[in-house]
C-alpha cells in the first residue's frame, strides 16, 4: 500500500485511513528503539557511542537504523563535524523533544505498572 502523502491542515489529518501518513510514522517512532533513544537523548546532546552506551542490548544496526528513521521524520537532528575522525552528534528537534514528553508518561507507565503486567502474564501463562 503506498502512504498518501499528507496536504491538509493538522485538523484534517485522518488518522484512521490506512494510506494515512500518520500510521507509517506511528510504525516508526512507536517502538522500544525510538523510544529507548528518545529517553536517552533528553535534554542532552550524545555522540553515537554514548548513545549507544546508554541503551543497553541495542546492536549498532538497529541504532543506525533508528537514528535514520529519526533525523527523516525530524526528531532527531545529526551534526557532523569536521574533525579526522569527523565527530557525529545527535540531540532532539523540537518536535523530538514534544515526543519525549509521550516516551515519558509511556516510561512512568511502565514502572508503575510492571509488577501488575509482570503477575499478570504469569496467570496468562500458567
Known amino acids: 500500500m503506498v502512504t498518501k ?6 485538523e484534517d489529518a485522518d488518522i484512521a485511513r490506512a494510506d494515512s501518513l500518520a500510521r507509517e510514522i506511528f510504525s ?10 528518545v529517553e536517552g537523548l533528553a535534554d542532552r546532546t550524545l555522540r553515537f557511542s ?10 549498532h544496526k538497529m541504532l543506525t537504523l533508528n537514528l535514520r528513521m529519526l ?3 525530524g526528531l532527531v537532528e545529526r551534526t557532523v563535524h569536521p574533525t579526522v ?9 523540537e518536535p523530538g523533544q ?3 514528553a509521550t516516551v515519558d508518561s509511556m516510561c512512568g507507565w511502565t514502572r508503575r505498572y510492571i ?10 501463562d500458567a
Not at 5 to 10: I, L
Not at 28 to 37: G, M
Not at 85 to 93: A, F, I, K
Open 98 to 100: 514534544a515526543l519525549r
Open 28 to 37: 516508526d517512532v512507536a517502538n522500544k528503539w525510538a523510544f529507548l533513544i
Open 50 to 59: 554514548e548513545l549507544r552506551n546508554e541503551i543497553e542490548g541495542i546492536s
Open 115 to 124: 509488577g501488575h503486567l509482570e503477575a499478570s502474564r504469569r496467570r496468562f
Open 5 to 10: 502523502q499528507f496536504t491538509g491542515s493538522p
Open 85 to 93: 575522525p569527523p565527530r557525529v552528534e545527535y540531540t532532539l528537534t
Open 71 to 73: 533525523e527523516r521524520n
